[in-house]
Nanobody, 130 residues
Framework: QVQLVESGGGLVQPGGSLRLSCAAS????????IGWFRQAPGKEREGVSC????????YYTDSVEGRFTISRDNAKNTLYLQMNSLKPEDTAVYYC???????????????????????WGQGTQVTVSS
């Protein structure tokens, strides 16, 4: 059974840091595109950061560039999102998602698009507030 489970969310003050984790089971994370997405109340789900596929290239939405870092531990089959210098506007439910790709393929910056994914986790809440 293919499954993604996010963890690491919580309440943090502005300027603080959190590290989100996404543990995968039933498949290996390094075969395909994988990314972090978020959805704030009343807003559409948006791409935050992603790894585009077998080329290992990473992409970030402009609002988190320089503050967030995506990484993957293949041995643990886990995806991470290190979030620094958090702002109140980062408050949202954060999801990880993945899709299988044939070996050697990558989808480039399209990996930030929610429509590219078919497997999603349940989400973890991040609240940035003083």
């Amino acid at each position: 059974q293919v499954q993604l489970v996010e963890s690491g969310g919580g309440l943090v003050q502005p300027g603080g840091s959190l590290r989100l984790s996404c543990a995968a089971s039933g498949f290996t994370l390094d075969i395909g595109a994988i990314g972090w997405f978020r959805q704030a109340p009343g807003k559409e789900r948006e791409g935050v950061s992603c790894i585009s596929g077998n080329d290992g290239k990473t992409y970030y939405t402009d609002s988190v560039e320089g503050r967030f870092t995506i990484s993957r531990d293949n041995a643990k089959n886990t995806l991470y999102l290190q979030m620094n210098s958090l702002k109140p506007e980062d408050t949202a439910v954060y999801y990880c998602a993945t899709r299988w790709l044939p070996r050697g393929m990558a989808i480039g910056r399209n990996c930030l698009s929610t429509s590219r994914y078919d497997t999603w986790g349940q989400g973890t809440q991040v609240t940035v507030s003083s």
